[in-house]
């Protein structure tokens, strides 16, 4: 079992800046992908960004590419969304999610974290 944890989430007026941090427990992610979604209001959830564990490598939503950055620490068994540059449309509730195997943009993944809520005025 993995158990994930955001934090970081707020308020913050459009081009400001938001790091969320997704801690996990109870498993080391070496053989995991670990993905953040997001669900505006009244909206299905949707793909922002995913990376790879074990080779870092990443994948991004045409929305927030070259505004959002997900990154690692293995130390922390934690993973990082720097989201800059942020609009309105990015207001969402935002979930980190990990499973096993190769990455997906569909929400088909094992484990889920309570999400944390990204508010962005204009």
């Known amino acids: 079992q993995v158990q994930l944890v955001e934090s970081g989430g707020g308020l913050v007026q459009a081009g400001g800046s938001l790091r969320l941090s997704c801690a996990a427990s109870?498993?080391?992610?070496?053989?995991?992908?670990v993905a953040w979604f997001r669900q505006p209001p009244g909206k299905e959830r949707e793909f922002v960004t995913v990376i790879s564990w074990s080779s870092g490598s990443t994948l991004y939503a045409d929305s927030v590419k070259g505004r959002f950055t997900i990154s690692r620490d293995n130390a922390k068994n934690t993973v990082y969304l720097q989201m800059d540059s942020l609009k309105p449309e990015d207001t969402a509730v935002y979930y980190c999610a990990a499973r096993t195997g190769g990455y997906v943009t569909d929400p088909l993944y094992d484990y889920w974290g309570q999400g944390t809520q990204v508010t962005v005025s204009s």
């Open positions: 109870g498993r080391a992610l070496r053989s995991y992908v």
